[in-house]
Structures are given as C-alpha cells and as structure tokens.
C-alpha cells in the first residue's frame, strides 16, 4: 500500500519505576527494592510491540512516547533497542515525533546526547517547581539549579522542548507563582505543560488533605492563577492548546493530540491502555495489567499482557469525544458529536454560554470552553454530556 494512504498510530511505552514516590502521584510508578533488569524489561517491551505489529500491518507510526515513571531511569541502550524494534517492525515516515519524559537530575541530563542519538527529538522535563521549597513539599530530589541546568542540556540536543510545572500549591501567592512562571518561560522551551495540583485518590496528599494539614487556593485564586498563567505564557508567545499546555507554534505535542483527536495507539508496558479500530472500522479498548510482575508473568507466559479487551459503545466513544476534544482549545466539532449520536441541550448551551462558560466558534462550527471555563472544564463537559 502507498505509505501515503495508511492511517496513523500512536505508540507509548511505559516505565513503570521511580527512584521514590512523590506524595501528590497517583501515576503507575514503584519503588523497586532489587536493581531493575532493564534486559529483562527491553526483551518483554518488544514482545509486547510485536504482539502488536500484525495488527497494525497496515498503518504507520505517527509518534513514540516513552511515559512513567521515570523512563530517564532507562539505560540509553533499552531505549535504542526498543526504537530499533519500532523500526523494525512498524512502518512510518520520518521524521516522527519520539518524546521522552526525564526527571531533571544530572544523572538524567548526562544522558541526554545518547537518547538524541538513539532518535529522540524531544524532552518533556518534569521540573514542578522553581522555588527550592516548594519541590521539598512536592517531595522531588532534585533542586531547581539542576532543573535549570538540565535544560540548558536538553537545549544542545533536542529541537524540541517541554517543561513540566505543578502550581496552584497550598499557600502559593499570586505574586510568587508570577515570578516563578516568568522564570520557567525565561528558560525559553518550546513547549509547557501546567498543571493546577490536584489531590488523587490514595496518595500521601490526599490523607494530609483529609486531616487538614494541606489546604489548597480556593477557586477564585485558582480561577486567578489561572488568568495569569495564560496571559504571561501569550507574552511569551506559548499558545495554549489545551487546557493545560501551551507551545509555541509548531511545537504542539503530536502524541497528546493524538489522544485528544480520539486517534489510534497502542500502549505497551504494565498499565498502558490502547485504543484501536478493527478491520470493521470498529473502536478496541485494550488494558494492560497494571502491576509490573503481574505483568511480566502476563507477558512470559502469553506474549501479551491485557487483562480488558473490548469493543467500544457508540455512547462510550461519544463520551470519549467530548471529554478530550473539549480539553483543546479547537474544541469540539458539534457535526461530529450528533453523528455519534450525541445530544445538545440548547438551554444548557445558551446559559453557559451568557455566563461566558463556553462560546461557539461559528466558522468551525466547533464548541470551545472559554478561559473562564476552564477552571472548572470538568464540571462543564459532565453538564454537556448529561
Ligand atoms: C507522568 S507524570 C511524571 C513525569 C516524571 N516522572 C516527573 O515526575 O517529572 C507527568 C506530569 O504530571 C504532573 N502531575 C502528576 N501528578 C499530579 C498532580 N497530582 N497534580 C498536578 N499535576 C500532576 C506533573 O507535572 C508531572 O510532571
Ligand atoms: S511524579 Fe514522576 S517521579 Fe514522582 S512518583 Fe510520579 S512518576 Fe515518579
């Protein structure tokens, strides 16, 4: 077939293992009490991608993400190996986006020339702070001297480059998180990714936050933070296309977009989730097991390792389509949506719309969250989707 004609997928590898556990994580990442065989973990990952290989014959490879964790822990030869597979066994057309997420300690950075060599084209550094105290309460082990220094690094070897912040953190001021955004976009990545804290299920924040002992902005200031974040990251001419992240043009993240976009991809690695579309044009969930030696047994045993395969509903997928198309600042394309068999309630679009919560682009056609909105973007897209 004319390479031109296939359609694309995703691939995100996942690393399931950190040196320790940060207390707002609720990622798929361990603490590992014995040394990591990273052979073992490189021979199961290409099994897992071949597992996949037949059925994605047809189609090419539109961009790798290697996700945790902390997959900067990986050796610079797993990584090799494994993208020397994808080559093998996939098809696509360079150049594709292959991102790597890297925590910003120089043991990492001292890396950073081999994972360019080996073809990744771009870092997304998980800085979380510029304010030294602020990453002992977030629990990181790096200061931010090496976050600065880490993407000076990535800056010799990478054209592309994102950085990752946590604001919105109990007790932060307007004034401070101002200076300490301005300072993260001095250090002129191309990309950003900002993240109001958010308190998950079954993590060390969460039990401080049900005792009392950790109080979070209340809305107003995270509503403020939030005007402020997105205006000073426009002076520096980051646009935002979803909620939470910003580029400069041209350097939107082509793996998140496609999970907005409701693309095709696959996941390998303990946890990871797939989403393909059959010969019948009709839509797989597939779920990986999520523990790492449950998921090592999987894969010696089977060759794959999901524990949930299944045919996606119509409703299911409409869900899916508002729930993240909604998050992009494009927004949701409303002719699509009724197609699902979505539906509008008029009234509900009206008054979100007056309370200035949403606003039709009528050119597209296509339903944006307002920055007002997006605040509260989750409250919005459950009041649509009703
Ligand atoms: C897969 S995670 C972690 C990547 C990498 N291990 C690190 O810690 O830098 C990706 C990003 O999610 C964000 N994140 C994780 N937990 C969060 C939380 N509870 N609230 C807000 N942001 C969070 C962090 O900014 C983090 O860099
Ligand atoms: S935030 Fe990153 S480094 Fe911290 S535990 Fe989660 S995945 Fe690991």
Known sequence: MNSKMRSKFSIYIHWPYCLSKCPYCDFNSHISKEKIDQNKYTTLIKKELDYYSDIMSEKSVLSVFFGGGTPSLMEPSVIYNILNHIAKRFNFENPIEITLEANPTSVESDKFRHY?????????????????????????????????????????????????????????????????????????????????????????????????????????????????????CKNYSLFKYEISNFSKRGHESVHNLNY?????????????????ENQDNQRISIVNEYDPQKWEHYMRKSGFSYIEKQE????????????????????????KYINLG?????????????????????????????????????HIISELAL
Request: hydrophobic fraction near 35%; proline fraction near 2%; include cysteine.
């Open 342 to 378: 979505g539906y509008l309630d008029k009234e509900k679009i009206e008054s979100l719309t007056i309370d200035g919560y949403i606003r039709m682009d009528k050119n597209t056609n296509y339903l944006q969250i307002t920055s007002k909105g997006s605040i509260i973007s989750d």
């Open 116 to 232: 360019s060599d080996f073809g990744i084209n771009r870092v997304s550094i998980g800085v979380q702070s510029l304010n030294d105290k602020a990453l002992k309460n977030l629990g990181r082990n790096h200061t931010s001297k090496e976050a600065i220094s880490a993407i000076e690094t990535a800056h010799q070897y990478f054209k592309s480059i994102s950085l990752d912040l946590i604001y919105c953190r109990p007790g932060q001021k307007k004034k401070e998180w101002e200076k300490e955004l301005i300072q993260a976009l001095a250090l002129d990545t191309h990309h950003i990714s900002l993240y109001q804290l958010t308190i998950e299920p079954d993590t060390m924040f969460e039990k401080l936050f049900r005792s009392g002992k950790l109080i979070l902005p209340d809305e107003e200031l995270s509503r403020e933070l939030y005007l402020i974040t997105e205006l000073l």
């Open 312 to 335: 996606l509903t119509q409703e299911h997928i409409r869900d899916e389509y508002i729930l993240m198309s909604m998050r992009t600042s494009k927004g949701m394309d409303i002719n």
């Open 260 to 276: 907005w976009n409701s693309g095709e991809w696959i996941g390998v690695g303990p946890g990871s989730h797939s989403r393909i």
